[in-house]
């Protein structure tokens, strides 16, 4: 039997796509659209199959959509800004640009390969200057509107990058890249006041509904809003400080309060600003990031003033007044009261300093002697030690009560306060986008003329200097406006700024004038399925939403505040690790199993097989896909990858199931043989219309399964539909019957494994180029067999009609002999009746 040859197959369509682009730039706008959209990739090099699982989704999507009868867009293009691209150019004493755009070629190449049906006549690069000359539009158009401002302000330091990173940039108070400590840095920079946009950001969420709801969830807690309270505390000291504004979401615990801390850039600060007691408290300080998660699991170290505080609700109780390293200023008013019976970072704060711990909630199941010991309580219960207080229901109907008292005593108010901080955008470093800004003599900021943007990077210069590199380009830096001179801004922009348009830019990437046309987004946007891994539901996600928020914001001619109409999470692609004798990690290419043990092949030395993990570049568990498409084909990967477990979950990386994806398409092609050469038979009757009627169901599967992701059931559907039809084909059918729905069969694999299933289509020289629809009526079946139960054990099938009564069902019982024996004229007690299914007779 003929084997199907993939690689020339492959080969050939491939070159025939590039030649016909199969999605063009020019479309019948009259005609309805689809814009299906994947993550905007990082050019490090080298795809993964993370990326293959991603890009496969989207293009099966993009492809079905395509043969229903849209305009298509679906693009591609490089986040290519970033740190990683400096750190690699400093060691390899390359130039960024020629780093980052090699890196671009080697993975469109790859790309390609896999035979996407992506629009490359629409391909762009952040890096490039008809890119982000746009952006420092957008970035002056900001802050004409006041939505960009400068201020100094502690940020999170990477120490090791030399860089300002965003709170979503430090993951468990390490930096994303480099995974060193973060620390707290004060430093003039610029933000994006997306707080602004805080209850609207909130709203939308409401209107996305189709996007998962566990990301909308961490996109509601990451604005995080809360209702609170404001609450004017009284102070006691030889200071000249008279009050101090704390705002809380838990004013009814005020019973148990035993401390305020104070933020070490609270106003209070001035007084101690010459102690050296206190100067070295706020360099220690430093060493805590700014970060929720860094607060949390840093030591708590408190300095304590010379004042008191006094309790609104009990003016007999003074406590003392701490400077604390993990208050900020960016929260509230930049101090806390502390109750550490239900609050852990207070509890740990007063075991520290031995300060009283008073419990004035218990858990609803406790008594009125309930006490917190080892840790604190946060849960809900009911008030206890709190005065006129006690038995209120925390903290629903607790703390509105207590705001009620507040307010009328004149020491607080009701308040909202959200938790979303503004997005700080300076990054010290070169290749990022600059910032269009100069400064003049005063250090007063004063915006770049668009007549002279882009501003542009400078080229060729040392990368291996400490900090900062534009820092040290004189030339570059110094410039003159108008007959002014002025110093360039150095820091350049977060990537993230990069990535929170480039969707825009995709509708009419040639646009020379402004960032995008008008005609085109208002066709184009927002676009209709998004796909990309959960990671990105803060970072890209939420910053793009701010994004078309900010270009909205007193805007006449735009008004789309919702980039992403439709949203899928995909899962990881996973793989064991591994690491050698000296516990560093081994690619899984450099591994040989001898008798089902791992080691390394260049001196046979032992493995340790670790956990199955994400694939990662870090940890080295990648699969190449480049050898996997050479050895067995981009229909094979595609068709595995999408095989084991549903889009939105994990799969398992194995090369017994890349073997067997081969090994069906093999089947497939020894199934397509049966067909041409029944169809050259030329029958001059149909045996039946089993293959019209089969045709017809999986046509209605696959359809249903595309609708609702469920891609790896349309796996199971193809294998299915191999079983019926290598039995079915040995049957007589006329030759226009065959090619009919042998066609309609093709098509209908084809956004899977697009190479084999337009092969097919042309051996039978098909030009068909449209989804098939399915006729309800053939499905209809003319007999179902209905299971027959007695005392829940199976006796007989009976074959009838659709819709049969229960009535009519006991008629045919009664006519069966076989089925009488086991009645043996007994009573019937219980009848249980599945109607088209399965009668159930209890005797």
């Not at 395509?66 to 679906?74: D, E, I, K, S, W």
Request: with cysteine; net charge neutral; glycine share 4%.
């Amino acid at each position: 039997m003929e084997r199907y040859n993939f690689k020339s197959v492959e080969e050939k369509w491939q070159k025939l796509w590039e030649k016909e682009k199969t999605f063009s730039t020019k479309v019948d706008k009259n005609k309805k659209k689809f814009y299906c959209l994947e993550m905007f990739p990082y050019p490090s090099g080298k795809i993964h199959m993370g990326h293959v699982r991603n890009y496969a989704i989207g293009d099966v999507l993009a492809r079905y959509k395509l043969l229903q009868g849209f305009n298509v867009l679906h693009p591609m293009g490089w986040d290519s800004f970033g740190m990683p691209a400096e750190n690699a150019a400093k060691q390899n004493n390359l130039d960024p640009k020629i780093w980052t755009e090699t890196n671009i070629s080697n993975m469109k190449s790859q790309l390609k390969k896999l035979g996407l049906s992506i629009d490359w006549d629409r391909e762009i690069s952040t890096c490039s200057e008809e890119y982000y000359k746009h952006q420092q539009t957008f970035f002056l158009e900001l802050l004409e509107k006041k939505l960009v401002y400068r201020k100094e302000n502690y940020v999170n330091w990477d120490p090791v990058d030399e860089t300002v990173l965003a709170n979503e940039q430090v993951i468990d108070g390490k930096g994303w890249r480099s995974g060193a400590l973060v620390e707290r840095k004060k430093l003039s920079q610029w933000f994006f006041n997306i707080s602004k946009f805080s209850q609207d950001l909130l709203d939308g969420l409401d209107q996305l509904e189709d996007w998962p709801n566990k990301v909308k969830t961490m996109q509601k807690n990451w604005i995080g809003k809360s209702f609170g309270c404001e609450i004017d505390f009284k102070i006691e000291g030889e200071l000249p400080v008279k009050n101090i504004k704390c705002f809380t979401t838990r004013p009814d615990t005020l019973f148990g309060f035993s401390f305020i801390a104070l933020s070490t850039d609270h106003e209070i600060s001035k007084f101690y600003s010459k102690e050296s007691d206190f100067i070295k408290f706020k360099e220690e300080c430093s060493k805590t990031g700014t970060t929720e998660e860094a607060i949390a699991v840093g030591e708590k170290i408190g300095f304590k003033t010379d004042l008191q505080a006094i309790n609104p609700l009990n003016p007999n109780q003074k406590v003392p007044v701490y400077f604390a390293n993990f208050v900020l200023m960016d929260y509230g008013f930049g101090a806390v009261f502390g109750c550490p019976a239900h609050d852990q970072r207070d509890f740990d704060f007063a075991k520290k300093y031995n300060l009283e711990i008073k419990t004035v909630v218990k858990p609803q199941n406790e008594n009125d002697n309930f006490t917190v010991q080892n840790e604190a309580y946060p849960g809900p219960g009911t008030l206890i030690n709190s005065d006129f207080l006690n038995g209120l229901q925390a903290p629903d109907e607790s703390v509105i009560e207590t705001i009620k008292i507040l307010e009328k005593k004149k020491l607080g108010k009701k308040q909202i306060n959200f938790r979303l901080k503004d997005w700080g955008v300076s990054r010290q470093r070169y290749w990022g986008c600059p910032i269009p800004i100069a400064y003049d003599e005063n250090n007063e900021a004063h915006p770049i003329p668009k007549s002279m943007l882009p501003v542009k990077l400078p080229e060729n210069i040392d990368l291996n200097v400490k900090g900062n590199p534009l820092d040290n380009q004189k030339d570059w830096k110094e410039i003159e406006i108008d007959g002014k001179k002025y110093t360039r801004e150095t820091d350049t922009l977060d990537t993230f700024v990069c990535s929170s348009w480039y969707y825009l830019r995709f509708c009419s990437p040639k646009e020379e004038s402004y960032g995008f046309n008008k005609e085109e987004i208002d066709y184009w946007l927002p676009v209709d399925q998004y796909i990309g891994g959960v990671e990105h539901a803060i970072l890209h996600l939420l910053y793009s939403r701010f994004f078309m928020r900010a270009i909205s914001y007193e805007n006449k001619n735009f008004d789309i505040k919702e980039p992403f109409n439709g949203l899928f999470t995909q899962g990881m692609v996973c793989h064991e690790t591994y690491k050698d004798k000296n516990n560093n990690w081994v690619s899984p290419e450099d591994i040989e199993t001898i008798e089902g043990k791992k080691f390394l092949k260049k001196d046979k030395s032992k493995i340790t097989v670790g956990p199955s993990e994400s694939m990662s570049k870090s940890k080295k568990n990648t699969i190449d896909p480049e050898n996997i498409i050479l050895n067995y084909g981009a229909d094979a990967a595609r068709l595995f990858i999408l095989s084991d477990s549903p889009p939105d979950k994990d799969v398992q990386w194995s090369e017994e199931g890349i073997a067997s994806s081969f090994k069906f398409i093999q089947k497939l092609w020894s199934l397509n043989l049966k067909f041409l050469n029944q169809i050259k038979q030329n029958h001059s009757k149909d045996s039946d219309n089993e293959i019209e009627k089969n045709t017809n169901l999986f046509i209605k599967k696959i359809t249903e399964n595309l609708e609702n992701f469920s891609y790896n059931k349309i796996v199971a559907n193809l294998h299915e539909l191999y079983s019926f039809f290598s039995k079915q084909i040995e049957k007589e059918y006329k030759k226009d019957t065959l090619i009919k729905n042998y066609k309609k069969i093709l098509i209908i694999m084809s956004p899977v494994i697009p190479h084999f299933a337009n092969e097919c289509l042309h051996n039978i020289d098909s030009k068909e180029n449209s989804w098939p629809s399915y006729d309800e009526n053939i499905l209809y079946e003319d007999k179902i067999k209905i299971v027959v139960q007695i005392n829940g054990k199976k006796r007989s099938l009976l074959e009838t009609k659709p819709g049969i009564s229960e009535e009519n069902v006991l008629k045919l019982i009664n006519n069966d002999k076989t089925l009488l024996k086991y009645l043996n004229n007994t009573n019937i007690k219980r009848k249980i009746y599945v109607k088209d299914k399965l009668i159930n007779l209890i005797i």
